[in-house]
Nanobody
């Protein structure tokens, strides 16, 4: 079993920054990739970024390039998402997810088999 706990969300003004964290526990030796997704009110969950667990290759949605940075600390079993220059359209619940069955894909929700509960990010204009 795997447990994921996100933290770091909150209310921030446009132009500010946040660093989200996702702490993993359980069978971390079985991780292939970890990803961040977000879901705005009334919208589908969308891919933001992903990172390999053994080899830290990174992948970003086009909308995330330039302002979002994903990183991981294997010693702490934690993945981070740094978000700079926040915009109101970044508002939503941010979820981390882990892939414990290898799949080449990384940008769709079906590629991940464990999810955290999410952390709310609200950006005011």
């Amino acid at each position: 079993q795997v447990q994921l706990v996100e933290s770091g969300g909150g209310l921030v003004q446009a132009g500010g920054s946040l660093r989200l964290s996702c702490a993993a526990s359980g069978r971390t030796f079985s991780f292939y990739k970890m990803g961040w997704f977000r879901q705005a009110p009334g919208k589908e969950r969308e891919f933001v970024a992903a990172i390999g667990w053994s080899i830290p290759s990174t992948y970003y949605a086009d909308s995330a390039k330039g302002r979002f940075t994903i990183s991981r600390d294997n010693a702490k079993n934690t993945v981070y998402l740094q978000i700079n220059s926040l915009k109101p359209e970044d508002t939503g619940v941010y979820y981390c997810a882990v892939q414990t069955i290898y799949r080449a894909t990384y940008s769709n929700t079906a590629a991940y088999n464990y999810w955290g509960q999410g952390t709310q990010v609200t950006v005011s204009s």
